[in-house]
């Protein structure tokens, strides 16, 4: 009789292609995982790789920080229940009056916890949608919500443009200043056209938005356009739902994103960060809509106390820390270092961003500003795992290298990221990384 080989015997890529569903991958190198310690990722076989991404932003004080460790041991070891639908728990409601104290917004509210991001939009959806009785919403192409019904269907991102009908929802482009097809005042013009025709405003619930557009490329919007969205909203009794999921909580230079265009949301979303790595998320809003109880938002796990132990321990650094002043300054370094770049390689067509949320913009000539094949931006990629840095890549051409590393990110790391950077894309513009190498993790 032979033997089954030991599982170890495979690599960890391996069996993951076995076991893992497909539909639960969006996976951008061969980098398979054995651990993490602060900025670096390690890799099978102990490799560290600077993590320019930090897996997409959850990492946000970067892997194995103590206090985490230590205050989800001690609410693991000691647990106050499971489930905060059941019982209260210190964790869940120390987090949430913390939230609520540094989250801006009038009167009453209060918060709801989840364990994403797409569970906390979707959260927002049904409950705007029951308290208010508006059943339409408004968003953007471009934005990514989630994939749960309710978020996914007021995304507008074209990953997901044929998984969904999505009925009542009006999506707007989100003006784009080194693209300007359809400037800010074009779309808000576009707006108030749909409202005076086939949108009345009164069927509206909300307007979701992104105040930096992530997953859609890494788009900062021209100044005053999120205040003129608010003023809209304001006018004609329509929520406004800031989803912060990516780039809050000190990220973008700022403690909250919003914050750079001094707007106040009726609803905020956060995530990825907020847990520090474990799951959590929380959407905060006003009372009369929190307290709607037919919405019935209940999830047995969300708000467990060894989540939201983590969730205290981030939100509580990033405040005592300044962790937003931090990403600010290292978010310079890093993009003035790429812009600096611009010289030596033609297909740089822009570095945008705000402190730790950084874009390249590459494109296949500067004066149209065409968008470079996908295929090209994977292989920049690929390269820059090979040379030891990990990132991503966002836009709907895909041709957006994303940054959002931890909030943690030195200026040194910042530098040699910029270095592993600047190589991968001479090493790609010289032919150096082959359409075979990238082949496996082309998603579109
Ligand atoms: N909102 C934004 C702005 C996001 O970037 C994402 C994820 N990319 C989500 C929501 C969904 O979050 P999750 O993947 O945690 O469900």
């Known amino acids: 009789m032979t033997a089954e080989p030991a599982p170890n015997a495979r690599s960890l890529r391996q069996r993951d292609a076995e076991v893992i569903a497909e539909i639960a991958r969006l996976r951008f190198s061969p980098l ?13 076989g102990g490799r560290e790789i600077l993590d320019l991404s930090a897996s997409a932003g959850p990492a946000a004080l970067g892997y194995g920080h103590p206090a985490i460790v230590e205050a989800v041991a ?9 489930s905060l639908l059941l019982y209260p ?8 009056e913390t939230l609520l104290a540094i989250t801006p917004g009038e009167g009453g509210r209060k918060v709801w916890f989840g364990h994403s991001g797409s569970d906390a939009n979707d959260c927002a959806v049904r409950v705007l949608q029951a308290a208010t009785g508006r059943t339409r919403f408004i968003s953007f192409i471009g934005s990514y919500h989630g994939n749960l019904s309710g978020s996914m269907g007021v995304s507008g991102h074209t990953a997901m443009t044929h998984t969904l009908p999505r009925p009542g929802l009006v999506l707007l482009p989100y003006p784009d200043p080194f693209r ?18 086939t949108c009345p405003p009164d069927q509206v619930a909300a307007l979701f938005v992104e105040p930096l557009m992530s997953d859609g490329g890494l788009i900062v ?18 929520k406004l739902v800031v989803d912060e ?81 931090h990403a600010a300054r290292v978010g310079q370094v890093f993009a003035d270092g790429l ?68 909030l943690t990110l030195t200026e040194a790391e910042a530098r040699e990221g910029v270095a592993i950077v600047d ?11 082959s359409d075979a190498a990238v082949a496996p993790f082309m998603m579109w």
């Open 339 to 406: 812009r600096a770049l611009a010289d030596r390689h033609a297909c740089i067509g822009e570095v945008r961003g705000r402190g730790l949320a950084v874009g390249i913009d590459l494109v296949a000539d500067r004066a149209t500003r065409a968008p470079v094949p996908v295929t090209t931006t994977a292989k920049v990629i690929y390269r820059g795992y090979e040379l030891g840095a990990a990132f991503s890549y966002v836009g709907l051409k895909g041709n957006v290298l994303e940054f959002t590393p931890p």
């Open 180 to 197: 300007p097809r359809f400037p800010a005042e074009a779309v808000l013009d576009l707006l108030d056209y749909q409202f005076e025709t």
């Open 423 to 433: 190589q991968a894309l001479a090493d790609v513009a010289a032919g150096r990384v």
């Open 32 to 44: 398979s995982l054995v651990g993490g310690r602060g900025n670096r990722l390690i890799e099978e």
């Open 221 to 238: 919007p021209p100044p005053g356009f999120l205040k003129a969205l608010a003023a809209r909203c304001r006018r004609h009794g329509i």
């Open 89 to 96: 728990n210190d964790n869940a409601v120390s987090l949430a």
């Open 245 to 325: 999921v990516k780039v809050g909580l000190g990220r973008s230079g700022l403690l909250h994103c919003f914050e750079h265009e001094e707007v106040v949301p009726d609803m905020v979303v956060f995530g990825k960060g907020l847990g520090g790595g474990l799951p959590l998320s929380a959407l905060v809003g006003p009372r009369d809509i929190m307290d709607h109880a037919p919405a019935f938002a209940l999830q047995t796990t969300a708000g467990n106390p060894v989540a939201t132990a983590a969730g205290r321990v981030v939100v509580e650094t990033i405040l005592r820390e300044r962790l937003w002043e």
């Open 74 to 82: 001690q609410a693991t070891s000691n647990m106050a229940g499971a």
